[in-house]
């Protein structure tokens, strides 16, 4: 069974940068594109960045656009996504998954922003 772990998260001010991580199980990571995904309270799962299999193409929701990169070490089975200029709205839980989606979520890593 695959299994994702995302880690990274936590609580900053405005302004501030985070770097979230996933690490997988999938003995096919090298193979897939990869996603993160967040969830804000009451509103819906959305693809917020996406990186190609080797890394040389990457997506940006237009929230996140010129403020995040996404990047991934297929050696180690982890995907980062690191997020520049946090603001208030970006508190979601992110997870990470295969894109297009192919396996069950893990638990997800709480991002709170305060404004």
């Known amino acids: 069974q695959v299994r994702f772990v995302e880690s990274g998260g936590g609580l900053v001010q405005a302004g501030g940068s985070l770097r979230l991580s996933c690490t997988t199980s999938?003995?096919?990571?090298?193979?897939?594109?990869m996603g993160w995904f967040r969830q804000a309270p009451g509103k819906v799962r959305v693809l917020v960045a996406a990186?190609?299999?080797?890394?040389?193409?990457?997506y940006y929701d237009d929230s996140v656009k010129g403020r995040s990169t996404i990047s991934r070490d297929n050696a180690k089975n982890t995907v980062y996504l690191r997020m520049n200029s946090l603001k208030p709205e970006d508190t979601a839980v992110y997870y990470c998954n295969s894109h297009p989606i192919t396996y069950s979520w893990g638990q997800g890593t709480q991002v709170t922003v305060s404004s």
């Open positions: 999938a003995r096919a990571f090298g193979d897939s594109s």
């Open positions: 990186i190609s299999q080797n890394g040389d193409g990457q």
